[in-house]
């Protein structure tokens, strides 16, 4: 190959220099009347591969370097936060002292503050003491060097007219708003018990009787929702108390026994009580109650399980009364126990479908050493709303959910309601049904959840799956999976609890889920109902698809005749106003088969050429199906 070479003549030119620095920024210099020697330059075209591989990966492309939107946004945010911690930790500082030394009420000397008032305001003494009386404010004095407790007098004072009776006053300890431990003066009446004269305060008494320790009502309001939502212990909370006020070893093992008793127990009633307006009017849905489900005429479907989970230890001794709650959720254990010893569950039953372990009979014919509970049983509707649960001492047997089936018929008794049930193991609870022959079973659809349908054998997912059966349209059945996960985290906390103390946090626990439930449904359903319009529309274009490539096996005019007499009688169930055109059309089509193929009169779907007619496009469908898999 011959290489052309060309001579470059000697001239000045005028440079830019851009130089990249650490920080990013580019900086340009500029030289003037630089000039370059003559050079050789090789103009020949050569070009190879691997000059090309270097250059590509010596200068990535652009869109290796862009960045995204969010990490700009992110970067920003954390450099908007940077520039400002010095001066944020600068006001933290400057304000640990007074702003100002005059009261915000009588221009007067201030020295005193409440951070739970205002967190810039001062006051005098005596504005302080006046509109902080009958309050559960720490009030605090500034010494000239720091912010400290004020030693005014912390007092509760019953209001001149709130009765005739003696009066008297008492020294208490009480948990303030804030965890902190003070002592108070409070002014008690003889009218009414103590108890209640504290509730008036807006506290809480440790006991029914002569309380000497009080604890605020935020407080425990605070530490229910913290144990349902994040089911903090009485223990953790405790601590949480005492590294945030410094509280002495002391004081946090009074408010331990003061919490871990009879008191929270009483006031987790006494707010459910308040919240539902059940001591107003019982027939108020009290949460046990899906505002979705029909209440009648219609089809109720449930989803039930089991968890091994929620066991509780025999040592934990025992309860003097029942639950606070009574059976509002979980079912009195001695009705259960009759019911199981009334239908012994026999020998095992045939199990040729699924090789789950809750498929066996029994997961523990006798009662474990060292626990009375091996766990809980429950149902829920398909909305998620907890509706009825039950303690197992003796595993999975199949009498529990036979108890369950019986107690939702009985609940349901005369409301015209048909009963879709969805359990686990359906298919060994059929046959478990059929062969004690029990009468409940012809008021009962039974299903398997769809996801746990592919652990079982073919036949089974063809006979149960909720996917192939009329009447439980998309429920998935996976209700009590995702109610277990939030109820498992009781279980350190219950384990260790008295009967009636576990199922009183228990009964809490479920109505707490099944409020979060409610408060959303309507999101729920909203997004339900477009799930639904999307797949109905899926199955429409794919069954018109499957219909016209359909075999010739049934008559044309014949497919044609029954699946547009289908069509009409949907249209007549719908309210759109768009139906009545489609419905005029339909008709007309209608009446242009019946003259050509000589029908005297429209079919009926009783009709037993309908059926078959409708048979065999079924088949021939399932046919066309199967060949395309």
Known sequence: MVKHRTSVRSTKH??????????????????????????????????????????????????????????????KELRAWDSLKEDMLRVSYESSAPSTNICALCKEHAEYRCLECSSTNMFCETCITKTHRNSLHLPEKWNKTLYVTSPLELALRLPGEHCSHAVYARDMKIFVNTGQLCSFSVTLCTCEPETCTLLRYGIWPATPERPQTAFSIALLELFHYLSMECQVSVEGFCNMLRWKNNLSL??????????????????????????????LCPSFDDGTTCPVCPKSNGNLIVTMDAYF???????????????????????????????????????????????????????????????????????????????????????????????????????????????????????????????????????????????????????????YSTRRLKGFGLTDGEGMERLWSFLRRFARITKEMSPSHRLDLLTEALLYYGR??????????????????????????????????????????????????????????????????????????LQKIERQYHITRRWNQSDSIFQSTLLELDQDIRGKLVMQA
């Open 250 to 279: 002391s004081e946090v093992n009074m408010l331990y026994r003061a919490l871990v008793g009879e008191s929270i127990s009483q006031f987790r009633h006494h707010h459910f009580r308040c919240r539902s307006l059940s001591g």
């Open 14 to 75: 005028r440079v830019c220099v851009r130089r990249r620095t650490i920080g990013g920024a580019t900086k340009v210099s500029v030289l003037r009347n630089v000039s370059h020697p003559p050079v050789t330059v090789d103009v020949t075209p050569v070009t190879t591969t691997s000059s090309l591989d270097e250059h590509s990966e010596a200068e990535p492309s652009s869109s290796c370097m862009s960045e995204t939107a969010y990490t700009k946004a992110k970067k």
């Open 516 to 589: 979060r439930k409610t408060a959303d449904i309507e999101v729920q359903l909203h997004h339900r109902w477009e799930k639904a319009e999307k797949v109905t529309n899926l199955a429409k274009e794919e069954l018109a698809a499957v219909l016209k490539e359909a075999p010739d096996s049934v008559p044309k005019w014949k497919r044609v005749y029954v699946t547009t007499l289908i069509e009409l009688q949907h249209l007549k169930s719908c309210d759109h106003d768009s139906a009545v055109a489609d419905e005029k059309k339909i008709e007309s089509c």
């Open 309 to 463: 989970g929620l066991v509780r230890k025999r040592s934990s001794g025992s309860s003097l009364v029942e639950p606070l709650h009574g059976n509002r959720m979980f079912v009195r254990e001695e009705d259960v126990q009759e019911y199981l010893s009334s239908h012994p569950d026999g020998s095992k039953p045939n199990e040729d479908c699924s090789n789950f372990k809750a498929g066996n009979l029994l997961r523990s014919q006798k009662n474990p050493q060292k626990l009375d509970v091996t766990g809980v049983f429950g149902v829920s509707c398909r909305h998620e709303i907890p509706l009825v649960f039950l303690n197992m001492t003796q595993g999975e047997r199949l009498a529990y959910p036979m108890y369950i089936i019986k107690e939702l018929l009985t609940r349901n008794q005369g409301k015209n309601l048909n009963l879709y049930v969805i359990y686990d193991i359906a298919c060994v609870l059929s046959s478990h049904m059929h062969k004690k022959a029990e009468a409940m079973q012809q008021d009962v659809s039974l299903a398997v959840p769809a996801f746990h349908v592919f652990g079982h054998k073919l036949q089974c997912q063809v006979l």
